[in-house]
């Protein structure tokens, strides 16, 4: 069975019509490459035990009932801090080590309702709270283009599952980049949805106002059916908007000639690899030969992003972890001699040296006397940055810039310096602070063969716009896979 078994939801949806495939051979293709590559790359954390009887139920009811979804017997892949009942739900966390949700999230429940099948949970950065998945206590996760470098994060499991062939799509969550920026680290494309889009009944919190689910997938086709299907009014998250996702399918199908498209000029400026920008300015004359204009255009504050993201999200990040205590759920500290030996020893041993510190952070910031000198004022500046994209927003259509300052880093190579880590996120951050829809699609390689990601950053409900920009320049740089892991017979490497 080839690599190229199906390469879109559509073939999916075809070869299973038509009988050229079963979904029981299909899931057991992703399983045989997880068993064969997930060791030397650690993407899963968890397979599905259940994946392939599950399979065969729903081929036995295909066989009474032959028109099904699109995504009926389909295979996706899981972030760790989803829940979905019967798979460990561990946030790559020794705190969650051995928790078991007793519920799906919303997005699961939808998934499961139009037939999919959850082939595993992958490896994460540790509560989502990372720019490499090196901070996961369950081991690092490599980047299937060169296993010296990391994946990105926090979402690195669930870009390398996709881009490695182990799954076809995947969900992660985006706090600060964590789906942009191992989506361009990988190769594959990731889009973050407005805030309010897709429920987040279900996803382990870690900062409440920023986090959003969204797909991994290799095309803006396949990421658009995905984020439909998961999107919508849910009555276990109050933060959902009413909004009907089909609109996203009308904004789709209509042409990008004539869009306007802004450049920001803090996000080409100092600080952007030679690489990356070659490849970005390949990735506008594809755009520019298609009719789409762009612009210089100013987001000011948006250099402030780094310092108010990790103000706000750390600071939300103490609240949502304080639950973490040995007394409810998760670990439990074995030395206890009293209950205040047992929040310490408990904290201290679930938690790692990048929670900890974020909990830290967070806790001063919240602390009596600086609440409002820094709390406060970073809401303050994420106004403006909001007010600025808002302005921003009346003179194009949508705005361009990098995912990611560099190529892929090496593993090690910013762990002992947390400032350059968190760097690593200064393109992503602002449209989580603005609560506005981003993607980062596949771009044109660099000199030395590493994956490099465009941004593309929408108005409030503008997804359909960004996905059909990215599938102009989908088509003009092809699927590109890594080549080391779709060489065999019948496996093609684009």
Known sequence: MSASFFSSLEEFRKGRDEGAFSIEESVRHYLDRIESHNPSLGAYLTVNPNAVNRARQLDNRKARNPAQSPFYGYPVALKDNLHAIGLPTTCSSAMLANFRPVENATVVDRLLKAGAIVLGKTNMDEFAMGSSTENSAMGPTKNPWDPARVPGGSSGGSAVAVAAGLAPMSLGSDTGGSIRQPAAFCGVLGLKPTYGRVSRYGLVAFSSSLDQIGPFSFSAADALALTVLVSGPDGKDMTVSSRDPVEMERDFAMGTRGLTVGMPEEFFGEGLDGAIAASLERARAVWESEGIVFKPVRLPSAKY????????????????????????????????????????????????????RRILLGTFALSAGYQDQYYRRAQQV??????????AFHEVDLIFAPTTPTPPFRFGEKVADPLSMYLSDIYTISANLAGLPALSAPSYPTPSGLPAGAQLIGPAWSEGKLLRMAQVLERAVGTKRPP?????KGETAA
């Not at 040995?326 to 929040?343: E, F, T």
């Not at 994420?382 to 302005?391: M, N, S, T, V, Y």
């Open 305 to 356: 992003g780094i310092n108010v993201y990790y103000l706000i999200a750390t600071s939300e990040a103490a609240s949502n972890l304080s639950r973490y205590d040995g007394v409810r759920y998760g670990l439990r500290s074995l030395s206890v001699p009293d209950l205040k030996a047992l929040y310490e020893n408990t904290r201290r041993e679930g938690f790692g040296p990048e929670v900890k």
């Open 382 to 391: 994420q106004a403006l940055i909001r007010e600025e994209f808002d302005r």
């Open 484 to 488: 080391d892991l779709f060489s065999k």
